[in-house]
């Protein structure tokens, strides 16, 4: 609980519209998409860098810990509150200050939904080109916290890629500005990177200079089916062994092909092992050589079925699918755990054998859904939340996932970070030396863990 | 005072529903008044997640949760958005129900949804507003808005539009016959639209009926949880248009209602739902009326050189599934420019009462909308729920725009001129 | 002490690889002071234990491919990476290749080739140098526009900290968000933070068809135009550099040299087909603009050559005038405006003083003859760029921005930040001693 007098302190910062304090509102910031909670002692809205910058101050003083987040659609609980923790919600902050296309950057406030910012560079025939599943939803401040990719990073890659500078608030509440409009802006050390993927544990992002791009002049979607997921998995090994990086290669099995069709209604056949989206981009006089290339490389994997999208909306609603798989098996079990583990592309087969082996083993349905391209996948473990046994086998059926994806030389977060969900399976990925390197960045930057504490990793006071 | 959630009938009839949502966030962007507020507790998510811990008991129903509750649009985004198929509006329509069932309505409340269910009190109320804006708050200087409704644009009949036709209003050479649902908003406050309706019916050899006794359909009733009033005028409705073939609204949020939310309120008395389904069956919107029914004859049109869009309003989008229609028609009149509105069938701040309860919000949403149909360059913004008529056209007015909002019905009535 | 010191590296790298001999340690080093000794280790496990024996005695080290900076490394120990220098697996599947740091980056570009893959960044310091410079350095080349920077092609490192325990990130993933990210934190953290020892790296298809078009023209103005046109046009070259006239000259195709002037080289890679077409779009485009010189490169080795010719160009204005060197940015688009600029600033451009241009990243590099007034022309060039969404590059750039925006507090936050950084993982200071000075 906040006292009356902390409150007004906060509401002199940021103004009374912008502070939750009621019970209903602290609820309703005690969540992300994991299934965890915890509600935090207050939520307050910055509008602007000072506000930012002020509340942190503040909070320093008052031995608030701060946890920084955006639309909660964490999915490693990287946005959770913690114990008596104050919200610094940047939801508020979405101004676009700057669309330079002639110069490929946009500069923003990191409250900003990630699709609102592609819909205005549409206008100018841009793109951003890191659009994770959740892009409608989450803001880029988020994105840039988890380092997010999606379904383009084959070709594109992730965030990382196209953050080029960075406002940031540390966390003694003073301001920097890290990176800037051009590539080679950094001093001494490429703090941009270490910011990005940093999960809100250095500082509170504000404002970011992103890297975009012009639409590619031309793009062909795919559709192919497979009886089993081993054919796709072998067109996916083919396809980069022939020279060409798509911008997509999405994979979903039967599980997922069912309840993906129930929600959009695509009429895809219900008892296919395996699809595979394919997407390719680049100057339209390359593109029906790929596209013939990939159709005989699917052929020869003994494709089902293989279909080039005729149009922007048949695209359109092949992506739909994909982009609202992962909420659609809500129709088969009210619960699900999602992994993003990641492998080397060519151990894909024995992760598939090793996913369905866990999947025996604690009898629960599991979903695979995978960035086959990238060898990111995303096991969905599917489960009651009231069933206490079922909880139980998740949770030893996720440290299973992670031991199997490590054992193939893998990681165990390929784009969601590890937050509170996966911290204590750190030291199965990391050596002592390794983590302690995190360690050391944390304190570098704060080194009393006043910023999203108990996240990544935990620090001693140092001395 | 907040009362600890106690599990209650009502919520634990939805308990399932509420464990559906996976808490994705996917439900935000469709989220209007999120998108606007950008507070999770105000947004499709965070209902649910409140419903939840009250549900559970988790939570009290306290000015917080109300707040939540009531921010919802009631206009259903969200469980098209949603990919694990929860539907937050009815969620939040059990809370409602819960939470009027639990506490009562707060008495403002009480008193607006019973007197849009008493005809007699109806009409007093708008007889009353009627002289309050003409004899004071015009005679205000400056005084254009109240919460953001444009009070002195807002046009309310001296006569309700049922007692300005008969009860038939018989066609020439007339092929058919339907009834008419007039509803509140037409009767009171767009009779010219509900001469219009009549006019383009009849036009097409359709005798129209206008029954003298119809009430309220229940869609504000049904909104905050008083099923029973609700209940109470829907079984007077249904006889009433009981030896009618066909019945066409002009209201998207009556059509919704009468065809679809009736099934839901008597979904609890099996031996009086078949008549509830057969009242459901012959439930047209005019635009769908008009288009499969009659199939109208482009020919008859006059010219008409006009920049047109559609905003569909949520109910007609949603409730009743109408997109097409509406636009397949303007597009069928000769010469008009039709231009597609961004986010057209996103909510225009309306949302019945919620744009005097949360008018902030419902400014900015209205707001959205106004730079909208300003970016389509249209000089006419076509929609087929009176609400909607009156909310757009009285923000365009108070941001001194020229742009004119009309109904269906009324462009085509000129049309036919 | 001295001679205890050398006995113990001696044990540890061996007797054979360790020179002490001033005049052959010459060959290592770079600048004047002179270190104890050059040892040159063949292991993970050797480097750990010399970095463990500096930072037990605190005596400074600092490491290069072949040849080391000796600044602030008077007493102190210079490490040669030439012996770790193996290609350890090439993964064809994953696309990804595992190599020693030492391991020459023109060599292993060439050895992929072969088998049809692909490590674009340029060699930081021309044909003789090192992925781990490369990667130790993380200089933006002028293919990162298209490619991305050297830091899009690290999957993973493994590194002897300053303490000298061993520390291993990343995998043959292309996506890693688990725990912090030092992967790429490392890139261009020029040896302080430890000794590069091996890199994972993430490799590409090898294009399937290239040419090379030249162009010469009159002016700076003329030549930047048409960049800017090919810009507008959406032509996005793996190369598109502008070498004005008195380092055009230093290009010559195999078919004798251009006509002089100041030249645009676009590099293409890409599909057959767009590649064409491109090549004679660009061709058409050169004539239509007035080229006085223009040619187009088919043929592989041809092709090669030029490139060939562009490193040894770069990395001898790299060696040799980069004490007086002006590396800045401005956007992209500015490039005129920059150029206009500048050629008020330095009135020798058509005939003396050198000058590269990455026109994709407006990246210019400016070598100014001896005449000009150096702190000066820094000064001017700094406020050109700052008006033109530009900067100097790295240290220097950050602290004129500061200095000329008033920023005191952030250029001191960020100074005490990355100092505090550097003295958590090398608490002795021993690293890289001319490094951040």
């Not at chain 1, 406030?109 to 409608?136: I, M, R, T, W």
């Not at chain 1, 219900?270 to 052929?299: F, H, K």
């Not at chain 2, 008495?107 to 004899?135: C, E, H, M, Q």
């Not at chain 2, 309120?265 to 057969?278: I, T």
């Amino acid at each position: 609980m906040l006292t009356q007098a902390v409150i007004k302190d906060l509401t002199a910062i940021v103004g009374s519209k912008n502070i939750i304090t009621n019970q209903a509102g602290l609820a309703a910031y005690g969540y992300d998409a994991t299934l965890m909670s915890q509600r935090p002692v207050g939520i307050v809205f910055p509008r602007s860098t000072e506000d930012a910058s002020a509340l942190v101050k503040y909070a320093n003083r008052a031995g608030l810990v701060m946890v920084p987040r955006g639309a909660g659609t964490n999915l490693s609980g990287g946005s959770l509150p913690v114990e008596n923790s104050l919200v610094i919600c940047v939801s508020r902050m979405t101004r676009i200050l700057e669309i330079d296309p002639k110069n490929f950057t946009a500069t923003v406030e990191v409250g900003l939904v990630n699709f609102d910012l592609q819909e205005e560079l549409e206008k100018h025939g841009y793109y951003y080109p890191p659009d994770p599943a959740s892009y409608k939803a989450s803001t880029l401040g988020g994105n840039i916290a988890e380092c997010s990719g999606g379904p383009r990073c084959f070709k594109y890659g992730v965030t990382r890629d196209y953050i080029l500078g960075l406002e940031v608030v540390l966390p003694s509440g003073k301001v920097i500005e890290v990176g800037g409009k051009n590539f080679k802006s950094e001093f001494r050390y490429d703090l941009t990177r270490l910011l990005v993927g940093s999960e809100g544990t250095l500082g509170l992002v504000t404002k970011a200079i992103l890297r975009i791009l012009p639409k590619p002049f031309a793009k062909r979607t795919m559709l192919a089916i497979y009886n089993k997921v081993e054919d796709a998995s072998l067109t996916v090994a083919d396809i980069v062994a022939a020279g060409i990086i798509p911008t997509t290669l999405e994979m979903m099995d039967n599980l997922l092909i069912n309840t993906a069709d129930e929600h959009v209604k695509l009429g895809l056949p219900r008892d296919a092992g395996a699809l595979l989206i394919i997407e390719v981009d680049g100057y339209e006089v390359d593109l029906d050589n790929q596209v013939r290339l990939i159709e005989e490389l699917c052929n020869k994997a003994d494709v089902r079925s293989f279909k080039v999208a005729t149009s922007q909306a048949e695209a359109d609603q092949l992506w739909l699918a994909r982009r609202t798989v992962i909420g659609s098996v809500g129709r088969r079990r009210p619960s699900y755990s999602l992994q993003d583990v990641t492998i080397p592309r060519s151990t894909f087969p024995q992760m598939v054998d090793a996913i369905l082996a866990c999947s025996r083993r604690y009898d629960l349905p599991i979903g695979i859904l995978a960035h086959a391209g990238d060898g990111n996948f995303h096991p969905l473990v599917l489960f009651d939340e009231r069933d206490a046994d079922e909880v139980v086998r998740v949770h030893k059926a996720e440290v299973d996932l992670i031991r199997d994806a490590l054992a193939l030389g893998g990681t165990m977060s390929g784009e969601h970070g590890i937050g509170v969900l996966k911290k204590e399976y750190l030291d199965l990925e990391f050596t002592d030396v390794a983590i302690e390197a995190f360690r050391k960045v944390k304190r570098s930057f704060d080194p009393t863990a006043m910023l999203n504490r108990g996240k990544i990793v935990d620090i001693a006071a140092e001395g | 005072m907040a009362k600890e959630g106690k599990k209650s009938s009502t919520l634990d009839e939805v308990i399932k529903e509420l464990y559906l949502c996976n808490k994705c966030g996917f439900c935000q962007t469709a989220c209007k008044v999120y998108k606007t507020d950008l507070n999770e507790s105000f947004s499709a998510r965070g209902r649910v997640q409140l419903i939840k811990g009250v549900a559970e008991g988790r939570l009290p129903v306290d000015e917080g949760f109300r707040d939540a509750v009531n921010s919802c649009l009631l206009c259903q985004e969200c469980a098209v958005a949603c990919p694990s198929g929860v539907k937050p509006h009815e969620l939040v329509l059990a809370a409602r129900r819960y939470m009027q069932q639990t506490e009562g309505l707060p008495l403002d409340k009480k008193i607006i949804l019973g007197t849009l269910a008493d005809p007699f009190r109806r009409k007093v109320a708008f007889s009353t507003a009627r002289f309050l804006r003409n004899n004071v708050s015009n005679r205000i200087e400056g005084f254009n808005e109240l919460k953001g409704i444009d009070v002195r644009g807002m046009p309310i009949d001296k006569v309700g539009f049922i007692d300005q036709v008969p009860e038939l209003n018989k066609a020439q050479a007339s092929k058919g016959r339907v009834g008419f649902f007039v509803g509140c908003f037409i009767n009171h406050s767009l009779a010219k639209t509900g001469h219009a309706i009549v006019k383009v019916l009849n036009k097409n050899a359709i005798d129209v009926v206008v029954p003298k006794k119809q009430l309220c359909c229940g869609t504000p009733q049904n909104a905050y949880g008083d099923f029973e009033l609700a209940k109470k005028n829907a079984r007077k409705n249904i006889r009433l248009f009981k030896d009618l073939d066909a019945v066409v609204t002009g209201c998207g949020s009556c059509g919704a209602m009468l065809k679809k939310e009736y099934l839901h309120l008597f979904a609890d008395e099996p031996e009086f739902l078949p008549e509830v389904e057969a009242f459901a069956q012959k439930i047209f919107d005019f635009s769908a009326y008009v288009m499969h029914e009659i199939k109208l004859d482009p020919e008859k049109f006059k010219v008409f050189n006009h920049k047109v869009t559609y905003h569909d309003g949520c109910h007609m989008a949603r409730g009743l599934k109408i997109t097409k229609e509406p636009r397949e028609i303007l597009k069928s009149i000769p010469r008009i420019e039709y231009v597609e509105l961004r986010e057209a069938d996103r909510c225009c701040g309306a949302a019945g009462l919620f744009q005097s309860y949360f008018y902030e919000i419902a400014k900015d949403i209205s707001r959205q909308k106004v730079q909208n149909i300003e970016n389509t360059g249209a000089d006419i913004i076509v929609t087929g729920c009176p609400a909607c008529v009156h909310r757009i056209q009285g923000s365009l007015r108070l941001a001194g725009k020229e742009q004119k909002v009309v109904h269906l019905a009324d462009l085509l009535a000129e049309a036919y001129q | 002490m001295q001679d205890n010191i050398l006995e113990k590296l001696r044990s540890i790298v061996g007797a054979e690889q360790l020179v002490e001999n001033p005049a052959q340690m010459g060959a290592f080093l770079l600048g004047p002071e002179a270190p104890l000794a050059v040892v040159f280790p063949g292991a993970t496990g050797e480097v750990a234990a010399v970095v463990a024996l500096c930072n037990e005695l605190g005596i400074k080290l600092c490491v290069g491919g072949h040849t080391v900076s000796s600044k602030g490394l008077a007493g102190g120990i210079a490490m040669v990476m030439s012996r770790m220098n193996r290609v350890l697996e090439i993964d064809h599947e994953n696309l990804v290749a595992e190599v020693e740091a030492g391991a020459q980056h023109t060599l292993f570009q060439q050895q992929i080739a072969a088998d049809g893959l692909y490590f674009p960044p340029e060699p930081y310091g021309g044909e003789g140098s090192s992925i781990g410079a490369c990667i130790a350095a993380g200089d933006l080349d002028c293919k990162s526009f298209l490619y991305g920077p050297p830091r899009t092609y690290i999957l993973g490192f493994e590194m002897v900290l300053p303490t000298g325990e061993v520390l291993s990130c990343g995998s043959k993933v292309i996506k890693n968000v688990s725990g912090y990210d030092l992967i790429h934190f490392i890139v261009g953290s020029k040896g302080t933070l430890g000794v590069i020892t091996k890199v994972l790296l993430k490799l590409l298809p090898l294009p399937e068809a290239r040419r090379t078009v030249i162009g010469s023209f009159a002016s700076l103005a003329k030549a930047a135009q048409v960049i800017q046109i090919l810009m507008e046009r959406k032509i996005y070259p793996a190369r598109l550099n502008l070498l004005n006239a008195p380092l055009a000259g230093q290009i010559v195709p195999g078919t004798g040299p251009l006509a002089p002037g100041h030249q645009v080289l676009v590099d293409l890679e890409g599909f057959q087909n767009s590649t064409a077409h491109l090549s004679d779009e660009i061709m058409a485009l050169f004539r239509l603009e007035g080229a006085t010189d223009a040619l187009c490169v088919e043929e592989a080795g041809a092709i090669d050559d030029i490139w060939r010719q562009w490193l040894q160009l770069k990395k001898a204005y790299h060696d040799d005038v980069q004490d007086r060197a002006i590396d800045f940015l401005v956007g992209p688009a500015h490039l005129a405006a920059a150029l206009s600029g500048l050629e008020k600033l330095v009135t020798d451009l058509d005939s003396d003083s050198g000058l590269i241009i990455y026109a994709l990243n407006g990246n210019l590099r400016l070598f100014p003859t001896p005449g000009h007034d150096f702190p000066a022309l820094l000064q001017e060039i700094n406020r050109l760029a700052l008006k033109l969404d530009g900067n100097l590059a790295g240290d220097l750039g950050f602290r004129l921005k500061c200095e000329e925006l008033r920023e005191t507090e952030m250029w001191q936050e960020m100074v005490a930040l990355t100092d505090g950084i550097r003295s958590r993982f090398d608490p002795k200071g021993i690293l890289a001693p001319g490094v951040h000075q």
